[in-house]
């Protein structure tokens, strides 16, 4: 898979997260991906770029332009050196939240984008990829 263009944000707060938003709507936008699809992966990296600041502190997002030949599309890697997740398969599942909030973040990105992967090991961190095709 050839990639084209690469952003990297690194996240420590509110304004971070903001920054990662702005970035892949700019991106998205340039692509030539719809309003409706912008706004799935901007919904989706603020939940990624969120739940780094909020569960490990700090961490980083990682766009890019992709093209696997037939098809062009972005891919987001989510990374951070924090706590890890206990359980993913409990993570996964909608409703669950250690954070008070409305359990939506990591079941609700995997419905917004089109490929969804995760690996997290305990104390040394979490990385999230995702992939949006263009249609």
């Known amino acids: 898979m050839e990639s084209m263009q690469e952003i990297?944000?690194?996240?420590?707060?509110?304004?971070?997260i903001v920054a990662a938003r702005q970035a892949v709507r700019n991106v998205s936008k340039s692509m030539?991906?719809?309003l409706v699809d912008q706004t799935r992966i901007t919904t989706a990296i603020s939940?990624?770029?969120?739940?780094?600041?909020l569960y490990a502190g700090e961490g980083s997002i990682y766009l890019r332009v992709?093209?696997?030949?037939?098809?062009?599309?972005?891919?987001i890697l989510a990374s951070d050196d924090g706590p890890g997740i206990?359980?993913?398969k409990l993570a996964m599942q909608d409703g669950y939240t250690t954070s008070r909030g409305l359990g939506t973040?990591?079941?609700g990105t995997k419905r917004l984008m089109d490929?969804?992967?995760i690996k997290s090991s305990l104390g040394e961190g979490t990385q999230v990829i995702v992939r949006k095709w263009l249609r």
Do not use: C, M
């Open 105 to 107: 973040g990591l079941p």
């Open 86 to 88: 206990v359980d993913i």
């Open 47 to 53: 939940e990624l770029a969120r739940n780094i600041v």
């Open 115 to 117: 490929e969804f992967s």
């Open 8 to 16: 990297n944000v690194y996240l420590k707060n509110d304004f971070d």
């Open 32 to 34: 030539g991906f719809g």
């Open 66 to 75: 992709i093209n696997n030949g037939l098809r062009k599309g972005i891919e």
